[in-house]
């Protein structure tokens, strides 16, 4: 199962996205307590953006797949510590969509 | 509203898991919910004025040391000598070369006009890569180190950090859409201007480059965006090609970052850059003093869109300059420059 953490927005207006197979991952059970405690009804209909601040877009290919759209001031709880789980474990896609390069996270 | 968190499939998942997972699967179950919601604060009113100060530059800087509380350890006040803390120095004498700008520039005693105190947080987060006005602050992240350098680095960016303030004390142009490539884009235009105050730059000598040296050896780019070539600022392959427009038949059509305020920014940035090239000199002296006029004026909506902004530069122009004045011409010809010919004086 895919989970995707997307952001865009920031003073340099970069996408940068990750990627992580938690089904690839060694402690999978791990990842589906954290996915499940994630509040998906109460995430915002709209991010919140604030003046540089990053926005996130949390994708969970799951059935249903599920999205969540956060301000970075948003990304608190849960929320944050998937996201940063997905950054660490996960790869970084280039910013065009062109492939994966294993590994590397360059912030 | 109901509770329900947990999709079928993941709650399936978690029941085959047995016991090991008992308190997930539990906590699952009652919908865990850790966190608030924040409202957005965009609609709340200003703070409510404070009386007027004399002198009017009242530095504050503050060390969050690597975490994300605001404002961290206050490491200078104004008037203290520098510390040995580079990015403490270049935050406060940036915040001094802004509020020089808006003072010697256009009479405008801080951002809210009335000696607001200036205060910068550096040191935000762990391989922060990222500066941002906070609504009360400017906030610095030290990059990560591969792709960004520290975020003070950038005497244009410390700039537009802070003109979002002023933005907010003034036209408040709505962060999403038009209106908010606009908010941007008035960033960029100050911040550049700050950087050209500083040095004592005409238009020629500028750069007009926003974010110049924020980028680490590593990347092919040079800057995060350029005013006077929108799309030429970096080329990478990590982070992928400059995605401005610089004009409006490319204006770009995304949900990522509020609908493209760091991208369409480009297009009145571009117009601003003709604007000053076509009257030379000092771009804050006639061209900034146009734009700093029409946000100003208080007759700007939140919402505007690129066409009512360019309006408004024109009436500010015409009212500050004349119909028939070389500054009316080069703010109608920049306009057009982009796409956006206006109906006339």
């Known amino acids: ?107 | 509203m109901t509770r329900h968190v947990v999709p079928p499939y993941l709650l399936a998942r978690l029941a085959e898991s047995g016991d090991r997972f008992d308190r997930a699967a539990r906590a699952a179950r009652a919908g865990l919910a850790g966190w608030e919601q924040l409202a957005a604060h965009r609609d709340d009113a200003p703070p409510a004025a404070r009386p007027p100060r004399t002198g009017g530059l009242d530095r504050t800087v503050s060390d969050a040391e690597g975490r994300e509380e605001l404002p961290g350890r206050t490491v200078r006040t104004e008037g203290d000598p520098p510390t040995d803390d580079v990015a403490a120095t270049e935050a406060y004498d940036g915040l001094g070369a802004t509020h020089a700008l808006f003072a010697e520039a256009y009479g405008r005693s801080s951002i809210d006009g009335e000696g607001l105190p200036l205060e910068a947080t550096v040191h935000y987060g762990d391989d922060y890569d990222n500066a941002f006005w906070d609504g009360e602050r400017m906030v610095f992240g030290d990059g990560d180190g591969e792709v960004f350098r520290r975020f003070t680095a950038s005497l244009s960016v410390i700039g537009h950090e802070l003109a979002h303030g002023v933005t907010q004390y003034t036209t408040n142009l709505a962060y999403r859409g038009q209106s908010g490539a606009l908010n941007e884009s008035v960033s960029d235009v100050f911040g550049a201007l700050v950087e050209q105050h500083a040095a004592g730059q005409t238009v020629d000598q500028a750069s007009w480059l926003i974010g110049e040296g924020l980028f680490t050896d590593a990347v092919q780019g040079r800057a995060l965006r350029s005013m006077s070539a929108p799309g030429t600022a970096y080329d990478d392959d990590v982070l992928g090609t400059d995605p401005q427009p610089g004009h409006l038949d490319d204006l770009v059509v995304t949900e990522e970052d509020a609908g493209g305020v760091h991208i369409n920014s480009g297009i009145p940035n571009r117009a601003f850059h003709l604007v000053a090239v076509a009257l030379g000199g000092h771009a804050w002296e006639r061209a900034g003093q146009v734009w700093y006029d029409a946000i100003t004026a208080g007759t700007l909506p939140a919402t505007a869109d690129f066409a009512r902004f360019a309006a408004a530069t024109l009436e500010a122009a015409v009212a500050r300059y004349g119909a028939d004045s070389d500054e009316a011409r080069a703010v109608e010809a920049g306009w057009a420059g982009v796409g956006l010919p206006l109906a006339g004086a």
């Open chain 1, 1 to 107: 199962m895919i989970v995707t953490v997307a952001r865009t927005g920031g003073v340099a207006g970069l996408t940068r996205s990750w990627r992580v197979d938690v089904d690839a991952e060694p402690d999978t059970e791990s990842w589906l307590v954290l996915l499940a405690s994630l509040p998906w009804s109460e995430a915002p209909h709209e991010p919140a953006a604030r003046p540089d601040r990053f926005l996130w877009v949390v994708t969970v290919e799951a059935r249903p797949v599920r999205e969540a759209a956060l301000g970075e001031q948003q990304v608190t709880g849960p929320w944050r510590e998937l996201v940063d789980r997905v950054r660490s474990a996960g790869t970084a896609e280039r910013a065009s969509g062109r492939g994966d390069r294993p590994g590397r996270d360059a912030g």
